[in-house]
């Protein structure tokens, strides 16, 4: 397996991936390391997991990340209600050590990735909204993929997943944790690859169009926003504009005004983005 | 393009060696490699078939760890790799870019030993003119180019130490939304009752609780060294270096005409070498300010990765701005969406009649948690009382 051969595997599932990410993943997966994605809102890094998971026709097990998130919600907990009725059902009889067996554990998702038949893709979402106590057990999990259950013992892990973390920026991550990763930085895609994006998922789009709305949303992040439009936000875009039966960008400065809602998310870049500022960039972009 | 391949010695010691070398190159610029990143290069590069951009690209995706690596990878693998049998390529970046602050400085700037530049803007001063304008261009250069430790003791930073540690005690957050089993608390912790219920046979008897923890709140803190604090310059450095030593999560900012990160500088084990380092970053210390530009910039780039919620930002400024007012206010605007608390501590609000009516303070006012006057170090700790309500 090489490099291309990854890109060439995501692109058959509808992501086009940049020469650098395609080895990074490639890396990835040949020496079994987890990988750090970092780069702005909506550049398609949750996406690269849901691909690769597609192309290894494996399961995606996804963890969103948020602040004052424990251990038992992303690796297990045990069932309590279901222990208590089983005391309270078996009476003078209970037998503990049953009250410990895996029939009363629920499985989160980072114990649910090691003991999958087929080797999952793991996605950890957003890490860097979870809190630095967290990061460290991870650390130690994406280490040995082992977890250890008082009750139980050591659960090894039956496969090892691909583990991809994202992260855009909201706290410095650990020293640590970046070390343990391989990394790799998804950037906003230029304008060749992302008409290849947007051919790709619109491919019934009229093709003067689909340059135009490239063009356009690539000038629009150029501009000074709160927000920058992402890859996803293009999308919407292109999708709102067919839907509209819009052939030329230019043509209906109203029917533009209005598809914008789809890339411009807030209120103070709504207002930067007039109808001339909209009209110039579309005219450029034609 | 790039240059020719590097040609290496003949008794080059063969490809695992230049590897080691090319890992040490990419130490010395700031990279923070150990000896297991060389062991995963080496495997990345078995996985690949060693033409040149495929080992590029695997060896930047095992040998960065952020987006300024990320950034800053290139024109280091084309100085080892690429060099064109030079011994320093023109694409290397200098040691020591001034708007970068905190890596590449931490590798290079132990070694400035304090001289700075002031014999050498004297002699400059003298080539070019003579009589009563080399005076004045010495002494602004002077001025310019300070030596901060002439400035701050070492004696003051241990004073304030003790100081930024009681402030930082002050400023305990109760509002962690993630809960701890203790002994008391306002929540039942389920989990914990039912386990210790199997020992009173199923009943429930000892109710277990949880309660939010106390979590620290961050510091930023963001010190104007402009020519009109001067005054106040010893106190506030003072604080900042002390703060960086009390505090291992605090963030710390110099600005004047620009905006300088000199956490790491401060972090410096030796208060000397500590204040040496930011002397060298802080170029231009004691000249103008523009505190909106300056703010701004915090705001866009370093509060992203920085500041949340869990942060006090701490603006020890006068206020004194030498561009319109608005700018400032815009950016405390952007700075409190993040969700942090905004404190201004201003040395002229201590004055009797001092009232803030400079553009840029009436801007910043209704953006803050609290105005407060602070010109000497108890100032700064008779804070105490008031962060605590915060």
Redesign the interface.
């Known amino acids: 397996m090489?490099?291309e051969t990854v890109q060439s595997g995501l692109s058959a599932q509808g992501y086009v991936a940049s020469?650098?990410l395609a080895?990074?993943l490639?890396?990835a997966l040949?020496?079994g390391?987890p990988l750090?994605l970092?780069g702005a809102a909506g550049v398609g890094k949750t996406e690269v997991a849901r691909a690769l998971a597609a192309w290894k026709g494996c399961d995606l097990i996804r963890l969103q990340c948020y602040?004052?998130l424990?251990a038992?919600q992303a690796i297990y907990?045990?069932n309590?209600p279901r222990?208590?009725l089983a005391?309270?059902a078996q009476g003078d009889h209970?037998d503990?050590a049953r009250l410990f067996s895996e029939t009363y554990l629920l499985e989160r998702p980072l114990l649910r990735a090691i003991r999958q038949p087929v080797a999952p893709v793991l996605l950890i979402d957003e890490i860097d909204r979870a809190?630095e106590e967290f990061e460290a057990y991870l650390l130690e999990i994406l280490s040995d993929f082992a977890i250890t259950i008082p009750e139980l013992g050591t659960l090894r892990a039956t496969t090892r997943p691909m583990v991809i973390l994202t992260a855009n920026?909201?706290?410095?991550l650990s020293?640590a944790l970046?070390?343990r990763c391989?990394?790799?930085?998804v950037d906003y895609p230029d304008t060749e690859t992302e008409l290849r994006i947007l051919t790709t998922r619109h491919p019934a789009l009229n093709h003067q169009l689909a340059g135009q709305i490239v063009g356009f949303v690539q000038s629009l992040r150029k501009e000074e926003l709160e927000k920058k439009p992402g890859v996803a936000e293009m999308l919407d875009f292109a999708a709102a504009l067919a839907g509209l039966g819009v052939a030329d960008l230019s043509a209906d400065p109203a029917i533009l005004q209005a598809a914008l809602a789809t890339l411009l998310k807030t209120q103070s870049d709504r207002a930067i983005i007039t109808t001339e500022v909209a009209q110039r960039l579309a005219g450029k972009a034609a | 393009m790039r240059g020719q391949v590097t040609r290496f010695a003949a008794r080059d010691a063969g490809p695992l060696a230049r590897l080691a070398g090319f890992m040490a190159h990419l130490r010395a610029n700031g990279f923070?490699l150990?000896i297991?990143?060389t062991e995963?290069a080496l495997?990345?590069l078995a996985?690949?078939?060693c033409s040149e951009?495929?080992t590029r690209?695997?060896l930047?995706?095992?040998c960065?760890?952020?987006?300024e690596?990320?950034?800053r990878f290139d024109p280091v693998f084309d100085s080892y790799w690429r060099n064109g049998g030079r011994v320093r390529s023109k694409a290397v970046p200098s040691n020591t870019p001034p708007a970068k602050a905190t890596r590449e400085a931490e590798g290079t700037a132990s070694g400035g030993s304090g001289k700075t530049d002031s014999p050498d803007s004297t002699k400059d001063g003298e080539a070019d003119t003579g009589g009563e304008g080399r005076l004045i261009a010495t002494r602004i250069a002077n001025l310019r180019r300070r030596d901060l430790r002439e400035v701050v003791s070492a004696d003051d930073i241990r004073l304030a130490e003790t100081v930024a540690r009681r402030l930082g005690a002050a400023l305990r957050d109760r509002r962690?939304?993630?809960a701890k089993a203790a002994a008391k608390g306002a929540r039942i912790d389920?989990?914990r009752t039912?386990r210790a219920?199997?020992s009173t046979g199923?009943e429930p008897f000892r109710l277990k609780r949880r309660r939010q923890p106390d979590r620290p709140l961050r510091i930023a803190a963001l010190v104007d060294v402009s020519g009109s604090m001067q005054p106040y310059a010893r106190p506030f450095l003072a604080f900042l270096a002390g703060l960086m030593r009390a505090d291992p999560a605090a963030d710390a900012y110099l600005f004047h005409t620009r905006l300088v990160r000199v956490t790491e500088a401060l972090r410096d084990e030796d208060p000397f070498r500590a204040l040496n380092r930011i002397t060298l970053l802080a170029d231009g210390f004691g000249g103008g300010s523009r505190i909106g530009a300056a703010l701004q910039h915090f705001a866009t780039t370093h509060a992203?990765?920085?500041v949340?919620g869990r942060t006090v930002v701490m603006i020890l400024s006068d206020g004194y701005d030498s561009a319109p007012g608005t700018e400032i206010g815009i950016a405390l605007d952007r700075l409190s969406k993040r969700g942090c608390r905004i404190l201004w501590l201003n040395p002229l609000k201590g004055w009797r009649d001092y009232a803030p009516v400079a553009a840029g303070m009436a801007a910043a006012l209704p953006h803050l948690d609290l105005f407060a006057p602070a010109a000497t170090l108890d100032d700064l700790a008779a804070l105490e009382t008031e962060l605590a309500r915060l």
């Open positions: 090489t490099a020469p650098d080895m990074a490639h890396l040949t020496l390391r750090l970092e602040e004052g424990d038992a907990e045990w309590y222990q208590l005391i309270r209970a503990e809190d920026g909201t706290r410095d020293d970046r070390r391989l990394y790799a930085h | 923070r150990g297991a990143e995963t495997a990345a996985a690949t078939d951009p495929e690209r695997a930047k995706s095992v960065c760890g952020s987006a690596d990320w950034a962690s939304r993630r389920l989990r039912l219920s199997l199923g992203r990765s920085h949340d």
